[in-house]
């Protein structure tokens, strides 16, 4: 039976700013290998909160056990006050995985607990919900988790999405009164788009040279959920993608194939943020 999986945070949103500071230690050479007064003293943090920033630090990608992530030191290079739109586009792709990653996708996207159940089931469904719709849906997901621990645990991913402090900026979900409506998003730039495709590539199909399209456009944990777009958009979004070089597409008789004209991932992350120059 699925569990929510949203304790990490205890009582402590997203907030960049303290996110920063585990970064920045994580970052030194002790790392986050330190005790819990070390790491108060590193990081100007209290007691109760050094622990859920670590864990907002690690399920957005940025840290990886004690020490930056490969992501994480490009942020801390490129982004230094975690500012840029790319930034929070990264962060939320990662926190849409749970603590689980890019490992393979689990049958559910609730068997990775509530942020995936959320960005993956969802979020497809229902463009237009308020919090109420959102722990009522999802009583019937988690079924062993009290009504009080949906609604706490369901507002941290709200305001996460929705404070000017956390990820607001990409608007990948905004507020309106009692309302919350996905879908209107500012999309991140193509070689951050390309980021994304090349890591789901990764951990979907490994090394081979080819992938069909429409694996791509209807991965129920792909591309499209993740981005808050229909599978129409998502073939704009590789169409584009194809015209920076990123992707080839062969379409000229179906099945049509996508074939990856990338480096590396990490590439296209710098890229991402030399272009938002």
Not at 105 to 110: D, G, L, V
Not at 175 to 198: I, S
Not at 249 to 254: I, K, N
Request: proline share 6%.
């Amino acid at each position: 039976m699925p569990r929510l999986q949203l304790g990490f945070h205890t009582t402590f949103p997203l907030k960049k700013e303290d996110i920063l500071k585990i970064i920045q230690a994580a970052a030194e050479e002790k790392g986050l290998a330190d005790t819990l007064e070390g790491l108060m003293y590193r990081t100007s943090l209290g007691s109760k909160k050094v622990v859920p920033m670590k864990g907002w630090a690690s399920r957005s990608g940025l840290i990886a056990g004690d020490f930056l992530s490969p992501e994480g030191k490009l942020v801390l290079e490129k982004d230094p006050y975690l500012e840029s739109p790319t930034t929070n586009w990264l962060m939320h792709f990662y926190l849409s995985l749970g603590d689980k990653g890019l490992q393979n996708p689990p049958e559910t996207p609730a068997e990775w607990g509530g942020w995936t159940y959320f960005i993956y089931t969802f979020l497809p469904n229902y463009r237009a919900f308020s919090s109420n719709d959102l722990v009522h849906t999802s009583a019937l997901v988690f079924e062993q988790e009290a009504t009080k621990s949906l609604i706490k645990n369901f507002k941290f991913v709200l305001r996460a999405y929705t404070e000017e402090q956390a990820l607001a900026n990409c608007k990948f979900l905004t507020q309106e009164d009692d309302q919350y409506v996905a879908g209107q998003a500012n999309l991140p730039n193509p070689y951050l788009m390309g980021y994304l495709l090349a890591k789901l590539w990764e951990r979907d199909r490994q090394n081979d040279k080819s992938a069909l399209t429409e694996s791509i456009l209807n991965h129920p944990m792909g591309l499209a959920p993740v981005l808050g777009i229909s599978a129409a958009a998502t073939q704009e979004q590789l169409n584009t993608l194809e015209a920076h070089g990123i992707i080839e597409q062969r379409r000229a008789v179906p099945p049509f194939q996508v074939i990856p004209r990338w480096d590396s991932p990490l590439t296209l992350l710098e890229k991402a943020y030399d272009s938002d120059r």
